[in-house]
């Protein structure tokens, strides 16, 4: 960590420094008759910062029966308590050709305590034969009861495709550093997409756990296992290309942010 | 510890000695010019160093940067007149004193007399008093001093008051000292960070419970499901998880990046403070933390309440004190042996403490006690009824022993109380239960409970209204019934076999400052989303809120409910608060009114000063996020 700062509204400091360079006399004025009208003072206090977070919840090996994928799935977000802008990302390379890769752009909203709508766009990149897709968002990420950390969002395509993705998560705190997270995720599509290997209906569905050690709150490699299944259509093309239905994967990776 | 020959100490390792010296010289050098300076800064002082003090009714205070080093990575620090804490200044009741303040920072900065009745200009908050001191400026504060006791004061401009900005204020009394003593210190206890205040604030709003290595684990539950039973464990764990709350939530900053401080001093520094046998000496504890709660003890030595917020209260004889950020409390000790006692200042969460010494002679020390185990907040702290939880899938009694369980089960299985020196004595078979005064005592007992405890000092509320700004993103609860108990020690503090302060405790010397009942009541809800690290009240941050709006001279009440599961010390700046008992009657003068969670107090203001007043959590991040008002004496 780099030295204390002591800094406020740059701004401010601006406008203070060319208040004092525009009237000398405010150096050494007695009982604050600063000659400026309390309109012109700053706020007590400024509550409306503006943050930003970067997270790379995955970046993990996954040791599949069609060998290692690489795989990354990542979030950022910027803005204040209310409204952010958010993106997120995920994608896979396996034996140097990317398999899949897709990025979200959105406005997030917190509407509730522990609830934020989110509304924009995704672009699912074109990736080997895979054609490129362009998808309208709009969804629901927070905390719902019981902990469970939830991201639910649906979406529109072009000529028609809608599709649908929940991802769930919990944390089971086995001591305050290493960490058994769970989780869930389901995709599914209104329309079938042969182009991407799609069949229309719950397409894919995995279950994960995870255990991570927070070394840092931002720096926490983990090792886990994944079970993947395809379902119906989906299935099928998967069969016809030769890939596995089923699969259990091993993973290891490293969850940070900053 | 070296001691020489003669007994007295050589302080610190000659590095670290050499380049206090070094620091203290160069901002000397950097002041002497201005007349203003006499002697070398010794920020982060050792053993056997009292602050420094200015006493008179003239003063020349200089803000600026001051390198510091409390954890081995050097820092700099914000400090006035190159000290931290900053000199402690004593003032006459009745006298006026003129303080020149200084901003050699690069950055506006501000200095408020916190406690103290001045006339708007003098207060010391930009933006609403004044513009704030700017760069390179000199404010000249002049105003009559018509209180006595002791108070502090600091910064109130962005985080300054977490890098060093906070000094003690001893105002001794015009007539004769209804506290009779020999000797006196000020303990000022503090917390400091090696991170930047900014990033501190930032990793609360990033992540959910950032600094807390506390949180209920696996271990916990396989404790709680040995005792228990597997069903109630799960029941337990369900129903906190059900609220997405954590009964854990102590501390929002902890000793994960706190350094605890006694006059400046780390554990390890030790501060001490020299007595005579037999002397009475009295203590003046300020808490100038940015954010910790301290629960203060001297293993060995009874103590003896006599001021609180520098108001002459009642003696009351207590073991223990908890002492919320900007609260003061003057206590009397008189040690008759020739040995040294341990002044222990553990924070709320048990994430660390802070230490003292009180020894006849320089370099003595005594043992330090262990910290008590980490509390567990009950479901009463988070303001819910029996009722509430009954929709839970459990029984009521199984009910019962969960959320009891939780405020002292930890307590009974740690056993570090014995080493406080009070005896473990009354801490065994779950406490509370038996327990009078915990607010759980009363949840249990139900209607019945309510009644009889509403006759013998407040009993359990039910909230029937909450602000419609209450139902959005920064408000993550709402407390159906609240305690307007005062003589709840509060969460870790229960039944824990030592005497424990609580407001019930307080009786000021003086009455009311106006014998007219209210006329009106101004209800205000602390509320608050963890998840988010919103603050605010009734939902509704500063820069949202419009002010409050007081009419010149009338009389009126504030309640204040918590809807949020932590403590919160609210400080109205230039009028007293004057705390109610639960059946209306006189208590207690402060300045600063600290709010157990799950609970609800009230306070008479009289609105006798005109002018723009800040009205906030004291709790530095809090008010930072919002949890702040402007209050307008029209």
């Given amino acids: 960590m780099s030295q204390v700062r002591v800094s406020e509204a740059v701004s401010m400091k601006h406008r203070a420094l060319a208040a004092i360079v525009a009237s000398p006399a405010l150096l050494f004025t007695a009982t604050g008759a600063a000659g400026e009208s309390p309109d012109h003072w700053p706020p007590p206090m400024h509550d409306n910062v503006v943050l930003s977070k970067i997270m790379l919840d995955r970046l993990e090996l996954r040791h599949t029966d069609a060998g290692n994928l690489a795989y990354w799935e990542g979030q950022a977000w910027v803005g204040g308590d209310i409204n952010k802008l958010w993106l997120k990302s995920e994608g896979g390379v396996l034996k140097g050709r990317t398999e899949e890769a897709d990025l979200e752009v959105l406005y997030s909203r917190a509407v509730t305590a522990f609830w934020d709508v989110q509304g924009g766009m995704r672009q699912d990149f074109r990736t080997g034969d895979k054609p490129a897709r362009e998808w309208v968002a709009i969804g629901l990420k927070g905390l719902a009861p019981y902990r469970f950390d939830v991201d639910a969002t649906a979406y529109v395509g072009t000529s028609g495709r809608t599709a649908a993705r929940l991802k769930a998560e919990y944390e089971v705190l086995l001591t305050q550093r290493l960490i058994l997270m769970p989780e869930l995720e389901f995709n599914a599509y209104g329309k079938k997409d042969p182009a991407r290997g799609l069949g229309s209906g719950l397409s894919d569905a995995g279950l994960a756990l995870r255990l991570r050690y927070e070394i840092r709150r931002e720096f926490a490699p983990y090792v886990g296992v994944r079970w993947t299944r395809k379902f119906g259509a989906t299935a099928d093309f998967a069969r016809q290309g030769g890939e596995a239905v089923h699969d259990t994967q091993w993973v290891v990776g490293l969850r940070s942010w900053w | ?634």
């Fill in chain 2, 1 to 634: 510890m070296k001691i020489r020959r003669n007994g007295s100490v050589l302080p610190e390792p000659i590095s670290l000695q050499r380049r206090r010296f070094v620091q203290g010289l160069a901002a000397g050098g950097a002041l002497a010019g201005l007349g203003l300076w006499s002697a070398p800064a010794l920020a982060g002082s050792g053993p056997g160093a009292r602050p420094r003090e200015l006493a008179g009714t003239e003063f020349d205070l200089v803000i600026g940067e001051t390198p510091v080093n409390f954890t081995g990575r050097p820092r700099m620090a914000t400090t006035v007149n190159g000290q931290l804490p900053a000199p402690l200044l004593r003032w006459r009741e009745g006298d006026t004193v003129t303080l020149r303040v200084t901003n050699r920072l690069a950055v506006p900065t501000s200095i408020h007399w916190h406690g103290i009745i001045l006339p708007n200009g003098m207060d010391g908050v930009p933006g609403l008093t004044y513009r704030g001191i700017m760069p390179g400026e000199t404010f000249v504060y002049r105003f009559k001093v018509g209180q006595s006791g002791t108070y502090w004061y600091h910064s109130h401009s962005g985080f300054q008051e977490q890098t060093g900005i906070y000094g003690p204020i001893v105002i001794e009394p015009h007539g004769a000292d209804p506290v009779g003593y020999d000797r006196e210190h000020v303990v000022l206890l503090s917390d400091w960070t090696d991170q930047d205040p900014n990033t501190v604030f930032a990793k609360l709003k990033q992540m959910d419970g950032y600094y807390n290595y506390s949180k209920l684990t696996l271990g916990d539950f396989i404790q709680r499901a040995r005792r228990d039973g597997f069903r109630d464990a799960v029941a337990y764990r369900a129903m906190w998880d059900k609220m997405r709350m954590s009964p854990r939530d102590l501390a929002d900053v902890s000793g994960a990046t706190y350094t605890y401080l006694t006059n400046g001093s780390t554990t390890a520094g030790n501060w001490t403070g020299l007595f005579r046998r037999g002397e009475r000496v009295r203590l003046r504890f300020i808490n100038g933390s940015a954010m910790s709660y301290f629960d203060v003890g001297i293993p060995g030595l009874k103590m003896t309440v006599v001021a609180a917020d520098g108001q002459n209260v009642h003696p009351v004889t207590v073991d223990e004190f908890r002492i919320g950020v900007a609260e003061t409390y003057d206590v009397l000790v008189r040690p008759h042996d020739d040995r040294a006692y341990t002044i222990f200042s553990q924070s709320m969460d048990r994430s660390g403490y802070a230490r003292g010494t009180l020894a006849p002679r320089a370099g003595m020390e005594a043992p330090v006690p262990a910290m008590d185990p980490v509390p567990t907040l009950n479901m009463s702290d988070a303001g819910m009824s029996m009722a509430g939880m009954s929709g839970m899938d459990m029984g009521g009694m199984k009910m019962d022993s969960a959320a009891m369980g939780s405020a002292n089960t930890a307590g009974a299985a740690g056993e570090n109380h014995a080493a406080m020196g009070h005896g473990a004595g009354a801490m065994g078979a779950m406490n509370g239960a038996a327990g009078g005064h915990g607010a759980m005592g009363h949840a249990m007992g139900g209607m019945d409970g309510m009644a009889s405890a509403a006759k013998t000092g407040g009993g359990m509320m039910e909230v029937k209204h909450h602000p419609a700004t209450e139902y959005g993103p920064g408000t993550a609860m709402h407390a159906s019934v609240v305690s307007t108990r005062l003589d709840d020690p509060g969460v870790g503090l229960r039944d824990n076999g030592r005497r424990v302060l609580t407001y019930a405790d307080l009786h000021s010397l003086d009455g009311w400052l106006d014998p007219r009942d209210p006329g009106r009541t101004i209800e205000l809800h602390l509320t608050g989303n963890m998840e988010r690290y919103m603050w605010s009240f009734d939902g509704v941050k500063f820069s949202d809120a419009g002010p409050l709006r007081f009419k010149h001279g009338e009389r009126l009440r504030i309640r204040l409910v918590n809807d949020t599961m932590m403590e919160h010390p609210i400080h109205l700046h230039g009028l007293w608060s004057e705390v109610e008992s639960p059946d209306g009657e006189f208590q207690v003068r402060k300045h600063t009114v600290s709010v157990k969670p799950g609970h609800t107090v009230s306070y008479r203001v009289l609105a006798d000063a005109r002018g723009r007043w800040a009205y906030h959590c004291h709790l530095l991040y809090h008010m930072k996020a919002g949890m702040f008002r402007e209050v307008e004496v029209l």
